[in-house]
């Protein structure tokens, strides 16, 4: 039973031995950073278009708003968006109040609702885009409160400027390693820094109360310039070095 211990103890040994060498991190290393980039334009805008009513009467307010944006809504169908990209962002309807004699008194009401419309596709071509914004206020649309852009798909951005970092961390390696006199061994480990993500891009926040309430006036269309954005990656690598 002694024997058959000790042989145990020997290869428990042993195992644990063969555990603190493999897991035991390289003596030298060269640690560098490198950032990289990928750069697109936007391809996919989302709009947010509102109507904001006022009056005396709470059902001709109610009336007034809802036809508006029924209006608004059809003719955005009508430039060939889906509906599942067309979606109500927010609907109010509240009371207005005067305070003036010490208790409130309701002089009128007011209604406001927004949609949010995706229109895919602007790397190509912005007309869409543009006829959805001129023609929602021609419809009866008061309030533009933006334009965002950003990207379908911004994974793939975003493994472009990977690429990128980690092509130029090898090449910046190397380069110290050449200049230290030091042999650039195999990569032991790598590191992404925070920062790649990319919030849309407002193309404007501003509020279109009035435009449109004169029908005689013609309508020009706004132009969309969606630029192009950047998406930035950090990434370290760590080289084992002789």
Same mark, same amino acid.
């Given at each position: 039973?002694?024997?058959?211990?000790?042989?145990?103890?020997?290869?428990?040994?042993?195992?644990?031995?063969?555990?603190?060498?493999?897991?035991?991190?390289?003596?030298?290393?060269?640690?560098?950073?490198?950032?990289?980039?990928?750069?697109?334009?936007?391809?996919?805008?989302?709009?947010?278009?509102?109507?904001?009513?006022?009056?005396?009467?709470?059902?001709?307010?109610?009336?007034?708003?809802?036809?508006?944006?029924?209006?608004?809504?059809?003719?955005?169908?009508?430039?060939?968006?889906?509906?599942?990209?067309?979606?109500?962002?927010?609907?109010?309807?509240?009371?207005?109040?005067?305070?003036?004699?010490?208790?409130?008194?309701?002089?009128?009401?007011?209604?406001?609702?927004?949609?949010?419309?995706?229109?895919?596709?602007?790397?190509?071509? *912005?007309?869409?885009?543009?006829?959805? /914004?001129?023609?929602?206020?021609?419809? +009866?649309?008061? %309030?533009? &409160? #933006?334009?965002? !852009?950003?990207?379908?798909?911004?994974?793939?951005?975003?493994?472009?400027?990977?690429?990128?970092?980690?092509?130029?961390?090898?090449?910046?390696?190397? *380069?110290?390693?050449?200049?230290?006199? /030091?042999?650039?061994?195999?990569?032991? +480990?790598?590191? %992404?820094? &925070? #920062?790649?993500? !990319?919030?849309?891009?407002?193309?404007?926040?501003?509020?279109?109360?009035?435009?449109?309430?004169?029908?005689?006036?013609?309508?020009?269309?706004?132009?969309?310039?969606?630029?192009?954005?950047?998406?930035?990656?950090?990434?370290?690598?760590?080289?084992?070095?002789?």
């Amino acid at each position: 039973m002694l024997i058959v211990f000790i042989a145990l103890l020997i290869v428990q040994k042993g195992m644990d031995l063969k555990t603190s060498v493999d897991n035991k991190e390289p003596g030298n290393t060269l640690s560098v950073s490198a950032e990289g980039k990928a750069t697109a334009s936007p391809d996919l805008a989302t709009v947010t278009i509102g109507v904001l009513s006022q009056g005396a009467n709470a059902t001709e307010v109610k009336n007034k708003n809802n036809d508006k944006v029924n209006k608004i809504i059809a003719f955005i169908k009508e430039q060939g968006i889906d509906s599942k990209d067309i979606a109500t962002s927010q609907y109010n309807f509240y009371p207005q109040q005067d305070y003036s004699k010490g208790f409130p008194v309701i002089t009128g009401y007011q209604g406001n609702q927004t949609v949010t419309v995706k229109v895919h596709g602007i790397d190509q071509s *912005q007309t869409k885009l543009e006829s959805i /914004l001129d023609g929602s206020v021609n419809n +009866g649309a008061n %309030e533009i &409160q #933006g334009v965002f !852009f950003t990207f379908e798909n911004p994974d793939i951005l975003q493994q472009k400027a990977r690429e990128d970092a980690i092509a130029k961390a090898k090449v910046k390696g190397q *380069q110290l390693a050449d200049q230290t006199g /030091l042999k650039l061994g195999k990569i032991v +480990g790598v590191s %992404e820094g &925070q #920062g790649g993500y !990319f919030p849309p891009m407002p193309y404007a926040q501003s509020s279109a109360r009035g435009i449109g309430d004169d029908m005689n006036q013609k309508s020009i269309a706004p132009s969309i310039e969606p630029g192009s954005q950047d998406v930035n990656v950090s990434i370290s690598v760590v080289f084992e070095v002789k």
